[in-house]
């Protein structure tokens, strides 16, 4: 027995009503007005809307800790956050870290001590890095070592990461 389909139109297409609104986010010191859906990740609407795409997708899920930004001085996995969360919240990201006159004090170190090869997860470390030090809870290599832990970087610069986070510490404690 065979069987003769037609597939037919059901009917005119209907665009997709994207339930925008906006959301003001305060970014690197500035105010931004974004039009964006309440469910956009903050990761997305500062790549996607406000062309920062310093902070990288790594893993999506939180894992890897490339998405690494600072809410009001502390470290957050930015693609598990939504956008619309951060209203009246001081967002960082690695942008407003430093200028390419006048580099961050993390920004230079990771330079001096070659604290990256492919660069991709150092954005993430460099904020995760500055939550650490706005936290005041590490002295030693360990405990720098355990509260990065949630920063993977794949070219295995931990050792350079490290040394680098340190110098800023001890000059910091200094």
């Not at 406000?50 to 957050?76: F, M």
Request: hydrophobic residues 35%; contains cysteine; negative net charge.
């Amino acid at each position: 027995m065979s069987s003769h389909f037609t597939q037919q139109p059901v009917g005119p297409a209907v665009a997709a009503l994207v339930p925008a609104q906006p959301v003001a986010l305060r970014v690197n010191g500035q105010e931004r007005t974004l039009r964006i859906a309440p469910w956009t990740t903050l990761l997305d609407a500062l790549r996607e809307y406000l062309d920062l795409t310093g902070t990288k997708k790594g893993c999506d899920h939180g894992q890897c800790g490339a998405c690494t930004v600072l809410v009001n001085g502390k470290r957050i996995n930015s693609c598990l956050s939504l956008a619309v969360a951060h209203v009246g919240d001081d967002i960082q990201t690695v942008e407003g870290l430093g200028t390419e006159e006048q580099l961050h004090p993390l920004q230079q170190a990771f330079i001096d001590h070659d604290a990256f090869q492919c660069g991709y997860c150092t954005p993430g470390q460099i904020c995760s890095a500055q939550g650490l030090l706005n936290e005041g809870r590490a002295r030693t290599a360990d405990e720098v070592r355990e509260l990065m832990s949630g920063n993977l970087c794949r070219c295995g610069a931990y050792s350079n990461i490290l040394t680098a986070v340190l110098e800023v510490l001890h000059a910091q404690n200094a």
